[in-house]
């Protein structure tokens, strides 16, 4: 999804005209507006505008059963080679599944999000006839331990780790939740007046996050909206700053990009880790606050990894070292502290995970504010903010109509607050405390293992991580790397809707865990590299895969 050529012309050309300074320097405007086109990443993840035009722009189109198997211009040896593999994997995974593909197959019609999900799992040209051979059960029956069970009994390997949500194994959180059901039983839906447990997480959260104040939601997305508004209500600026890929969220401000229908408002999406971005900061007066998902350091400037955008080529993500990370973590907390800026940590998907104190305490910068969500729920649904009591109050004694509202029906629900609490409470216990010792070392090592593993079977794939969060990067060019997700299903291994790029463990996971989710990578790369997937015409490069896709657009326009 980059155009080199276009943007580093651009780049040049704005470049150009800032050296030439007088006559920026004469129009603050301009100036403002060229800083602002350097402090873009060059792919259109940066450029929100430009990714809905194309968007818009688009043509949809499915590749016949023909083209299917030699969308790369394979011969007709190696397509009748992948359609054999094709067929007996159809085959296959429909012979398992039978009671749950029926009933995803009557769900769908009348659920939207399983119409959405099915239809982007993998690229849009073969999703058709995917969708129509290889079907995959939407539903779950029960799960324990790392596995997950499905309708028909078949066990899987649980790596898609509820969204990550699941940071400490399934059984924990049903105990969890099952505490926190009694806990909160003798008040039922009782809502606006607490639980007195809510006291307790209350204290346990400041203590965790360094913070003095604490807001209770029902969503990540609306924790994040929430700590935005009290921003900007304090700040009495406008703008918003997102870094280029992070996702926080599907409210308006913060997905500028395809998925919402109106124009980027406020939000500002610059690159990571540049020094440019930080220019932009300190030069400009109308920024409220800047918001960091810290999961993007393992994909800096690129949107979440999923095998839908699988096109051409292959999958790479370069994760910055925690060094490098916190480096740039602790320069924009300077800036931000000279500027009167909110530094949003938005910890909703790696809280909890990277360290007892989350990602403040593996990187070592603090926020102003910082967001919760997923495992702090228990199980239950739930966000949550932290923030200094300076940014987090809700209203100006001196003005009292100008108040900053922020309630909503279920927040602080006692069945939630009683869960949060056997979360919290378990925190400090001595077995979840070993799981947290040398968590970061553990999971480094189990990453060198896992792709020597990788490595020793010869296959084109390694793994790129975060501590647990892990996400699979293809060395060889290929047009067909989104059908690994099938092989691993076949394999028993669960993955979320987004595929191969998302990986995600339980701090759980045992090491004869990791080799068996080894074993099944690699007996699915196998039957994969069988079946001719990652073969390619003599001659073919990565660039030769991609201008095929934009041919085949250009046809179907
Ligand atoms: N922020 C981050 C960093 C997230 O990962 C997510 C969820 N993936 C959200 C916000 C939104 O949370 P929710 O899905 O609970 O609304």
Not at 30 to 46: E, I, M, N, T, W
Not at 331 to 357: K, N, Q
Not at 375 to 391: E, I, S
């Amino acid at each position: 999804l980059s155009h080199p050529h276009f943007s580093s012309m651009c780049q040049m050309t704005t470049e150009w005209i800032l050296s030439a300074g007088a006559g920026a320097a004469a129009l603050p405007w301009l100036h403002q507006r060229l800083q602002l086109s350097l402090a873009k990443h060059r792919s259109l993840a940066g450029h929100s505008r430009m990714a809905k035009r194309l968007a818009r722009w688009l043509p949809g189109y499915s590749l016949d059963e023909t083209r299917f198997f030699a969308a790369d211009g394979a011969d007709a040896a190696l397509a009748a080679r992948r359609r054999a593999g094709f067929m007996r994997l159809a085959e296959r995974l429909q012979a398992m599944a039978p009671q749950g593909l029926a009933l995803t197959a009557q769900a769908r019609e009348s659920l939207p999000d399983l119409q959405f999900t099915g239809r982007y799992r993998v690229p849009f040209p073969f999703s058709e006839l995917a969708r129509r051979h290889l079907p995959l059960p939407a539903f779950w029956a029960s799960a324990e331990g790392v596995r997950l069970h499905d309708l028909d009994g078949n066990p899987c390997l649980d790596l898609t780790g509820s969204y990550g949500v699941n940071v400490f194994g399934v059984d924990f959180y049903k105990a969890v939740m099952a505490e926190g059901a009694e806990l909160g039983a003798a008040l039922g839906p009782v809502l606006g007046g607490y639980h007195p447990c809510v006291a307790d997480n209350v204290a346990r959260l400041r203590a965790i996050s360094g913070m003095d104040a604490v807001s209770f939601h029902m969503s990540g997305t609306e924790a994040v909206m929430q700590a935005v508004r009290l921003a900007r209500y304090h700040t009495g600026r406008k703008k918003i700053v997102r870094f280029c890929g992070a996702y926080h969220g599907w409210w308006e401000d913060v997905q500028p990009g395809p998925g919402n229908p109106m124009p980027p408002g406020q939000v500002l999406t610059l690159r990571d880790m540049a020094e440019r971005s930080l220019r932009v900061l300190r030069q400009r007066r109308d920024i409220a606050c800047v918001l960091v998902n810290p999961l993007q350091a393992l994909h800096p400037n690129r949107n979440a990894p999923g095998d839908s955008t699988l096109m051409g080529g292959g999958r790479h993500s370069e994760p910055a070292t925690r060094e490098a990370y916190a480096d740039w973590l602790r320069r924009l907390r300077e800036v931000c502290t000279e500027r009167g800026i909110a530094l949003i940590l938005d910890e909703v998907f790696v809280g909890f995970r990277l360290a007892p104190g989350g990602a403040q305490e593996y990187f070592g910068v603090p926020g102003d504010m910082v967001t919760y969500g997923k495992t702090l729920g228990g199980g239950l649904p739930v966000g949550v903010v932290c923030g200094r009591a300076d940014w987090m109050r809700r209203y100006r004694p001196e003005r009292p109509a100008d108040v900053c509202f922020a309630r909503g029906t279920f927040n602080a629900h006692p069945y939630v607050m009683g869960a949060m609490n056997a979360f919290l409470r378990r925190l400090e216990t001595p077995e979840v405390g070993a799981l947290y010792e040398g968590l970061d070392t553990r999971w480094r090592q189990r990453l060198r293992r896992f792709n020597a593993g990788l490595e020793r079977a010869g296959l084109p794939v390694r793994m790129a991580g975060l501590s647990s969060i892990w996400t699979l990067n293809f060395d060889t060019p290929s047009r067909y790397h989104w059908m690994l997700q099938f092989y691993l299903r076949e394999a028993g291994v669960a993955l979320s809707w987004v595929g191969t790029g998302r990986f995600v463990f339980t701090l759980r996971h045992s090491e004869e865990d990791m080799q068996e989710v080894l074993r099944r990578v690699v007996r699915a790369c196998e039957q994969m590299r069988h079946d001719g997937w990652w073969e390619l015409p003599p001659g073919t490069r990565a660039s030769d895969l991609r201008w095929q896709g934009l041919r085949e657009m250009w046809r179907a326009l």
